[in-house]
């Protein structure tokens, strides 16, 4: 069983539409908890980042952190056709190693 | 603020051969990692150095190696290359990874053929 499950999708959505994106994970020593994007011949770039249970918002992008559940989730408000991109869910412990989910592909059609 | 340099952007290599892909951090950043990227497998850790040392190291074989230079500079090797290890690698720096998360340079694609 991989440390980190994601849905590689692809998702496809429409402009305006609110997006949600999940992860699940096995390890409960896991408290740091991030959200990357990648866009084509890129490397991904740090969206979010959580530490333990809870929510953190940041302009359109909401992340949530159930640590019961090991479950976490980003939302994107009002999507627009410049979100189209990977998304990414990362998390690690004690920070020796980090583990990331394998990205679900997200387009948003204008 | 200049971001992550990794070079060269692509490379081409031959079964047996090896390679050696660079990375130049940001200013400041002490830590840097490599990641290997692949479509089946996602982002997979490969090692962290810290200050020269490696701090962290990943479930990778030992012909995968690096090193950091005084100047944060990293350099990654692999030796024997084989067909599997065609794939996209990051390197990625900052001054703390827990607290503050990646930055990622655009990687370098190696395809052995």
């Known amino acids: 069983q991989k440390e980190v499950e994601q849905d590689p999708g692809p998702l496809s959505v429409p402009e305006g539409a609110i997006v949600s994106l999940n992860c699940t994970y096995s390890?409960?020593?896991?408290?740091?908890f991030m959200w990357y994007r990648q866009y084509s011949r890129k490397g991904p770039e740090l969206l979010m980042y959580?530490?333990?249970?809870g929510n953190k918002e940041d302009g359109r992008f909401t992340a949530q952190v159930d640590k019961s559940s090991k479950y976490i989730s980003l939302f994107i408000r009002d999507s627009q056709p410049s979100d189209s991109a990977t998304y990414l869910c990362?998390?690690?412990?004690?920070?020796?190693?980090?583990?990331f989910g394998t990205g679900t592909s997200l387009t948003v059609i204008p | 603020k200049a971001g992550v340099t990794q070079t060269p952007r692509y490379l081409i290599k031959t079964r047996g051969q090896q390679v050696t892909l660079s990375c130049s951090p940001i200013?400041?950043?002490?830590?840097v990692s490599w990641y290997q990227q692949t479509p089946g497998q996602g982002l997979q850790f490969l090692f962290e150095?810290?200050?020269?040392?490696?701090?962290n190291k990943g479930n990778f074989p030992g012909r995968f190696s690096g090193r950091q230079f005084s100047n944060s500079r990293s350099e990654m090797n692999v030796s024997t290359l084989e067909l599997g290890d065609s794939a996209l690698y990051l390197c990625?720096?900052?001054?703390?990874?827990?607290?503050?998360?990646?930055?990622f340079g655009s990687g370098t694609r190696l395809t052995v053929v």
């Open positions: 200013s400041g950043h002490r830590s």
């Open positions: 150095y810290f200050s020269e040392t490696q701090r």
């Open positions: 959580t530490y333990s249970s």
């Open positions: 990362a998390m690690t412990g004690t920070g020796n190693q980090f583990y």
């Open positions: 990625a720096s900052s001054l703390d990874p827990v607290f503050y998360g990646y930055t």
């Open positions: 390890n409960s020593a896991f408290q740091y």
